[in-house]
C-alpha cells in the first residue's frame, strides 16, 4: 500500500496563494494518475485537478485559471499550486493516487490538510 502525506495547507487572506505537496512512500509499478480533491464542510469530495502518467492535466471549472498541478514522476510527487485563493476554496483538500502495483491496479488517499481562506 502505497501512503500518501499531504503539507502545505494554512490560512490565507482572499486572494493569496498557497501550494501543497504531496509525497508518497511504498511499492508501486506504475502511476496512472495523480489528483487532488477537496471538501468543504456538509459538501461532498470533489475532484480539484489531476494529472496523469504521461502529463495530462484537468482541472474543475471553479479552478480553472488559479490553480496549476504538477508532478515528480521520479520521487512520485503531486504539487498544486493555488493562487487568486477564494474564500469558496476553503475546505480539507485530499491527495489521491491511481497506481499498480504487483499486477492490481489500486489507489490511496492522504489524510487531508486544511486550507481556509479568510475575506
Known amino acids: 500500500q502505497v501512503q500518501l502525506v499531504e503539507s502545505g495547507g494554512g490560512l490565507v487572506q482572499a486572494g493569496g496563494s498557497l501550494r501543497l505537496s504531496c509525497a508518497t512512500s511504498?511499492?508501486?509499478?506504475?502511476?496512472?494518475?495523480m489528483a487532488w480533491y477537496r471538501q468543504a464542510p456538509g459538501k461532498e469530495r470533489e475532484l480539484v485537478a489531476s494529472?496523469?502518467?504521461?502529463?495530462?492535466?484537468d482541472y474543475a471549472d471553479s479552478v480553472k485559471g488559479r490553480f496549476t498541478i504538477t508532478s515528480d514522476n521520479v520521487k512520485i510527487q503531486v504539487f498544486l499550486q493555488m493562487n487568486s485563493l477564494q474564500p469558496e476554496d476553503t475546505a480539507v483538500y485530499y491527495c489521491?493516487?491511481?497506481?499498480?502495483?504487483?499486477?492490481?491496479?489500486?489507489?490511496?488517499w492522504g489524510q487531508g490538510t486544511q486550507v481556509t481562506v479568510s475575506s
Open positions: 489521491n493516487v491511481d497506481y499498480v502495483v504487483l499486477g492490481s491496479r489500486r489507489d490511496s
Open positions: 494529472i496523469s502518467s504521461g502529463g495530462t492535466t
Open positions: 511504498g511499492r508501486l509499478s506504475l502511476i496512472n494518475r
